[in-house]
């Protein structure tokens, strides 16, 4: 990939590993154009794919995305990407999950009782200005976000 910074921060991509373990199959790449640069996001890549802009733009197949959008590919389809001077592109995906999970504000778990759980300890932790759970942050110790209704 001529023109093109690959950094492979989990998972495989391009014949590059990162040292990065996860507990299933999980691909999350930086990619930074010199130039402008086509390259080929293989289907096989991953079940569940996506590519976020975070400068630039690029076209993603027919679409031509620009900063802050997200394209989730097709899944296995290689797609071509063609990518303006200095864009900067995040492919994230991996394996689809074992089971469905279940989200409650900033908590995801596919247990209910681990969300309740972590919900009680949250509101323990901003009464008691952290817990080993959810300690404080250092330097913004005084402002904790409340649990949504």
Known sequence: MDNVTVKVL???????TSPVSFPWPIIYVALEATSESEILLPGDLALERALYVVTGEAKIGDTIAGV??????????????????????????????ESPRKINWNFVSSDAE????????????????GT??????????DEWIPLPS
């Open 10 to 16: 989990a998972g495989t991509a391009w014949d590059k």
């Open 68 to 97: 802050g959008r997200m394209a989730v590919l097709e899944p296995n389809v290689d797609v071509p990407v063609v990518m303006a001077p200095g864009t900067k592109v995040v492919i994230c995906g991996g394996a689809p999950m």
């Open 114 to 129: 681990k969300i309740a759980a972590a919900r009680a300890d949250w509101t323990a932790a901003i009464q008691a200005g």
């Open 132 to 141: 080993a759970r959810f300690p404080a942050v250092p330097g913004d110790e």
